[in-house]
């Protein structure tokens, strides 16, 4: 016998639709979208002439070497990238370096443009990460 299912609501998300090639869509939660806009407020180039709505639409895009270009500046784009990762997993400096074999000054290091990023650190990352390692050279 089955039994009814519980479903996700869907109506109290927002789409958030991050152009390019190839535009992904997202369906987010609307405080966590006021969160994005807030974020990306600083960087809209020109908001529509469309009727308002709880958010504003950019126009225009800007790379995000653009965008972050003071933060590659100061940490280096490697740097930045290894930062934005690991934020992104929620892990620490300390347990990052545990799973690579590591140590917590070397994350820091790297982090802060102090150290480069080799290619076999850089597989090590990868594979944390899920990602291709080239994207930290």
Do not use: C
């Not at 990306?40 to 225009?60: F, I, K, M």
């Amino acid at each position: 016998m089955s039994a009814p299912m519980k479903k996700h609501r869907t109506s109290h998300g927002v789409r958030v639709t991050i152009g390019g090639r190839n535009p992904k869509s997202f369906l987010v939660p609307k405080k966590a979208a006021e969160g994005v806009i807030e974020l990306l407020r600083p960087y809209a180039l020109e908001e529509s002439n469309e009727p308002r709505s709880d958010e504003p639409r950019l126009r225009e895009f800007r790379s995000s070497e653009e965008v972050f270009a003071g933060l590659h500046a100061k940490y280096g784009r490697a740097g930045t990238v290894l930062r934005g990762f690991r934020a992104r997993e929620g892990l620490t400096q300390q347990r990052l370096a545990e799973k690579i074999g590591a140590t917590q000054g070397d994350i820091s290091a790297m982090e802060h443009g102090r150290r480069p990023i080799g290619k076999s650190m850089a597989m090590r990352l990868a594979k944390v990460f899920k990602t291709d390692y080239r994207v930290f050279l």
